[in-house]
């Protein structure tokens, strides 16, 4: 195995920061909105980079800091914010976020919530503050360190025991989460599924414009989390520190399950075992027939995929299980790579043929991509370039995918999703292979003179 850890200077970062990911992790809670404590373009980077993905207007509201506030702080624009945020949008929660800039000047959001709660004290409202500074880490330790700052803010001292599973979700789409509940359904068991950005983030066509989405995970469902059976965290690669499961299990013992997303037939199988295990219920015929036609279908794929030679990036879960996806159907994982500091990620691949980056940003991928030549990109639209200047094809996954349109409706998790989407890979390489086939043959029976090769 071939790992490296790469800590020079970003260009073309291959990571998103921690507000990205927390305000991913508010969307998905029912009634709530979010506020930035930091300069405007934060708030506006953010929102472009979710309505292009989602496709769904996507308000998130700034404490706007310009130069007065970072040098004598900004306490008066944040509660201003508070304010304003109540009276236009009415909401249940609201998240107060950071970012660079308000860490960098040490910005104390919960002092100044609580002297806000203080001077009005409204009761309809929940104010949770997070720390996200954008520099502290990606967006995928800040959509984790934000779910778990949402179940600390309401888990109660002792719960009231329940059959519950907390699923925690991770960074997947609309489409999948709506898997995931149908999955439940099939067992019949109630999951507390945290964020549920099912409705949220891939609304229907409303005649009357909604400022706050219908859905999300409610607060009765978070305050019931703390007297779950136990938790499924889609997380494997995550540190302790971020994972809102292991502050369930820690503080009130409920059993933490750790896995990969169900991507794949293995990652799927771990799911799916995990709930009957957990449940003690058996597996239901319909996910049974739908994992025996995955089989079949990838019986049929198998023969074309080992053409594959793929370079797989993105926040470390969904590369993890892609990557886990790949190798399970014959592609050489050529180079893995992460923007967060994933180490955990080397771990699990132990193949002389991966190179494994961390923390590394696309100006290295490329240079790898130049000397390992792969056929095959796997990942989330900011790698475009790469497509774009070496002419290899890319196949769009994960988050944000803004040149394409449809990435709510993407489902990659589950047996029938992790099959069409191992389609949509083999027959890449299909179309690889049938392109410009002619010329190559020409090539290879027949000289430059015109004359054939082998006469
Ligand atoms: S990296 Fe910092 S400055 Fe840039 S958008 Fe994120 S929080 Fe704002």
């Known amino acids: 195995m071939k790992n490296k850890n790469y800590t020079n200077m970003n260009v073309n970062p291959c990571k998103m920061c921690m507000p ?13 909105m979010i506020l930035m404590h930091g300069s405007q373009g934060c708030a506006t980077y953010i929102r472009r980079h979710m309505a292009t993905h989602y496709n769904e207007p996507v308000d998130i509201a ?122 439940g359904k099939l067992f019949d068991v109630d999951f507390n599924l945290i964020p549920d950005i099912s409705d949220t983030l891939d609304g229907s066509f409303q005649e009357d414009y909604s400022k706050i989405p219908k859905g999300g ?72 027939a739908e994992r025996e036609r995955m089989l079949d279908g990838m019986i049929d794929s198998h023969k074309y995929n080992a053409e594959g030679k793929a370079l797989i990036y993105g926040n470390p879960e969904i590369t993890y299980s892609i990557t886990r996806l790949c190798s399970e159907n014959g592609i050489t994982p050529l180079i893995v790579a992460t923007g967060a500091r994933a180490k955990a990620l080397n ?26 030549k792969p056929n095959l990109l796997i990942g989330n639209s900011d790698g475009k370039f790469i497509w774009e200047k070496e002419n290899i094809p890319l196949i769009r996954v994960g988050f944000p995918v803004h040149d394409h349109i449809g990435a709510q409706r993407k489902l990659v998790v589950g047996y029938t999703g992790s099959m069409g989407f191992l389609d949509e890979i083999t027959n890449t390489l299909l179309d690889l292979k049938h392109k410009g086939y002619r010329q190559r043959l020409y090539d290879e029976l027949y000289d430059k003179s015109g004359g054939e090769k082998y006469a």
């Open 347 to 372: 771990r699990y691949f132990n193949s002389a043929d991966s190179l494994v980056m961390n923390d590394v940003d696309f100006e290295t991928i490329h240079s790898e991509v130049k000397r390992l």
């Open 217 to 288: 995970t409610t607060i009765d469902q978070i305050k019931s989390m703390s007297g779950a059976k136990a938790t499924i965290e889609l997380a494997l690669l995550l540190e302790d520190k971020y994972s809102p499961g292991m502050f369930l299990e820690e503080k009130y013992g409920v059993k933490l399950y750790k896995m990969a997303m169900p991507i794949g037939l293995q990652g799927m199988d771990e799911f799916v075992k995990t709930i009957a295990m957990i449940t003690g219920k058996s597996i239901p015929e319909e996910l049974k």
């Open 20 to 32: 990205m990911g927390g305000s991913l992790a508010f969307k998905g809670i029912e009634n709530s």
């Open 62 to 183: 700034s404490s706007s800091l310009s130069e007065n506030q970072t040098v004598h702080g900004g306490s008066k624009n944040l509660k201003h914010g508070i304010k304003n945020v109540i009276k236009l949008y009415n909401p249940k929660i609201i998240g107060v976020l950071t970012t660079c800039l308000a860490e960098t000047i040490g910005e104390d959001i919960k002092r100044i919530i609580d002297e806000f709660k203080n001077k009005h004290p409204i009761t309809e409202v929940d104010i949770i503050p997070v720390s996200t500074p954008g520099y502290g880490a990606t967006h995928y330790e800040g959509f984790f360190h934000t779910i778990r700052s949402i179940i600390e803010y309401y888990a109660v001292d002792i719960p009231e025991k329940n059959e519950k599973i907390n699923i925690i979700a991770g960074d997947l789409t609309p489409a999948d989460i709506r898997e995931l509940k149908r999955i």
